[in-house]
């Protein structure tokens, strides 16, 4: 059991991670599309470079673009199912005896 709460908890952690790198990358693009060089080794610039291929790598393809946002979904969607508990609910896991 405890090898299955494990794989679990590291599921939960690797799906954030992608989530969080995904989204993060996104909104430093966006906060910064319109930054203006100053010098040649401009350390914004680097970091948009970084950003933009991060994404590039996250999503699978440029031929795949239009599946990530559906992909994204899904994780999001496991993440949650993953902490929603489902016990089972019946009169036996419940030890409720049926004598009359």
């Not at 430093?28 to 350390?43: G, P």
């Not at 970084?50 to 899904?74: E, G």
């Not at 089972?88 to 005896?97: E, G, M, N, P, Q």
């Amino acid at each position: 059991m405890k090898l299955y709460k494990f794989k679990k908890t590291l599921a939960v952690i690797l799906c954030v991670c992608f989530v969080m790198a995904s989204f993060l990358s996104a909104l430093f693009i966006i906060t910064h599309a319109n930054h203006k060089c100053t010098d040649e080794s401009c350390r914004i610039c680097c970091q948009l470079e970084n950003a933009k291929n991060t994404l590039k790598q996250l999503s699978m393809s440029k031929a795949n673009n239009t599946l990530f946002l559906p992909v994204l979904t899904l994780l999001i969607l496991s993440v949650i199912n993953c902490f929603y508990n489902r016990e089972t609910v019946s009169l036996v896991a419940l030890k409720i005896r049926m004598d009359n």
